[in-house]
């Protein structure tokens, strides 16, 4: 249970252009998401964390116009990158936090993207 | 602020080889503390967790104990196999807050 299906795994895209990223729960409600950007051989660094039907909370640095999140329901959210470029290019993961377990929270497979 | 500061790899054991990976963390309060794996092209799991002092957790051979005094999670595992490749990661909450912080990561490759 508390499955997050991410999609889609893998984007190439051209500089200009922007791409979206789904995470859906599956089998829970998701109230609260973590969109999460890993560069290579490096760590998870929280970009935003969003909550269903109000605004998301961007990490200090992170360009909020760059990087929509919209959280529409408690079963998606949605992480836009807008006008991508090269330095875009990174790994795109996100995370749920799953109540009634503690403090468990559950993984999208995550998205790499490459902009070209 | 918290972080959380982890072991750095690379690290490349035989099959059945001792394996640590260390971690350490800087928090306010009393978090609770986590590891995560990451296989190739997967996103992460979570394998232990202990969210008190001296609470240790485990999970497929792995064990991390929390050690408050030397505020300290390091991860062992007696036997590792070349299905324990991956990335791990060490990483910290605290209450009323439910993000998570991160340690760097500790790729560890096993051979056969």
């Known amino acids: 249970g508390a499955v997050v299906s991410q999609h889609p795994s893998w984007v190439i895209c051209k500089s200009g252009t922007s791409v979206k990223i789904e995470c859906r729960s599956l089998d829970f409600q998701a109230t609260t998401m973590f969109w999460y950007r890993q560069f290579p051989k490096q760590s998870l660094m929280l970009m935003a964390t969003?909550?269903?039907?109000?605004?998301?909370?961007?990490e200090q640095g992170v360009e909020k116009d760059k990087f929509l999140i919209n959280h529409a329901s408690l079963t998606l959210s949605t992480l836009t990158v807008t006008s991508a470029h090269p330095e875009d290019s990174s790994f795109y993961i996100c995370?749920?936090?799953?109540?009634?377990?503690?403090?468990?929270?559950?993984f999208g497979s995550g998205t790499r993207l490459t902009v070209v | 602020g918290n972080s959380v500061t982890q072991m750095e790899g690379p690290v490349t054991l035989s099959e059945e080889a001792f394996l640590t990976i260390n971690c350490t963390y800087t928090a306010t309060g009393y978090p609770s503390l986590f590891w995560y794996v990451q296989y190739p092209g997967e996103g992460l799991q979570l394998l232990l967790k202990?969210?008190?002092?001296?609470d240790k957790g485990s999970n497929k051979g792995f064990e991390a104990t929390y050690r408050k005094e030397t505020t300290s999670f390091h991860l062992e595992k007696g036997s590792v196999q070349v299905s324990d490749s991956a990335v791990y990661f060490c990483?910290?909450?605290?209450?009323?807050?439910?993000?998570?912080?991160f340690g760097a990561g500790t790729t560890v490759t096993v051979r056969a």
């Open positions: 990483a910290l909450s605290v209450p009323n807050d439910y993000k998570l912080s």
């Open positions: 202990a969210t008190k002092a001296d």
């Open positions: 995370s749920a936090r799953v109540l009634g377990s503690g403090y468990g929270y559950t």
């Open positions: 969003s909550n269903e039907g109000s605004k998301a909370t961007y």
